[in-house]
């Protein structure tokens, strides 16, 4: 029987997907399939954990629902600064029962141990709920040259100015990732 730490580690690292090539790991061949996103991660300085997840409404504060950056413990800070992790911190994200990810960085440290809150517009788009285990992973992600994104409602459109709106908005996103959908 493999222990839970084996599967998470797997679920990373082993196998590749269907969709083709998504990046690399910094493991050898920049062109084999990986199931670990983009971006280049150094496997001697591996951070990753799961955790528990809660929405910040659990510990009130609900300006975290505006970006991507998540909370963690304490904890997650000195084994980060132990592994040299490189900055900006970023990190992938998953809900490995469902195949889903996405990317996030980090606002501060100071959720209970075992336990992270992350926006809920995020929790939605990885079906995840209060409570639910989800995987986090450290990673380099590449520089992206530039963004595509549309509106879900004609109402965006209408305001006064959209563009300065969401310049505005985009500041509280470390990263972006295709496909995900963000509030604005």
């Known amino acids: 029987k ?11 690292f082993g196998g590749g997907n269907s969709s083709g090539y998504e990046g690399h790991d910094g493991r050898g061949s920049q062109h ?8 280049n991660a150094n496997p001697t300085n591996t951070f990753l954990r799961s955790y528990m997840c809660y929405s910040p409404a659990f510990i009130g504060k609900p300006e975290l629902n505006r970006g991507n950056k998540i909370i963690l413990p304490t904890s997650a800070l000195h084994e980060l600064a132990r592994l040299r ?20 960085g980090v606002l ?23 409570g639910s285990e989800i995987i986090l992973r450290n990673m380099n992600l590449q520089k992206g040259t530039y963004v595509k994104i549309r509106p879900h409602e004609t109402a ?3 305001l006064s100015n959209p563009k300065a709106i ?3 908005e985009l500041t ?7 496909g995900d959908t963000i509030n604005i």
Request: hydrophobic fraction near 35%.
């Open 85 to 104: 992790i490189q900055y900006p911190m970023t990190f992938m994200i998953s809900n490995s029962q469902m195949g889903l990810k996405t990317y996030c």
């Open 172 to 178: 509280h996103y470390s990263v972006l990732h295709k």
């Open 156 to 158: 965006f459109i209408d």
């Open 32 to 39: 084999i399939s990986s199931n670990v996103g983009r971006g």
């Open 2 to 12: 493999k222990s839970r730490f084996y599967k998470m580690w797997n679920s990373f």
């Open 108 to 130: 501060e440290f100071s959720a209970e141990e075992g336990m992270c809150h992350i926006p809920i517009w995020m929790m939605n788009n990885l079906c995840i709920e209060e």
């Open 166 to 168: 969401l310049e505005q």
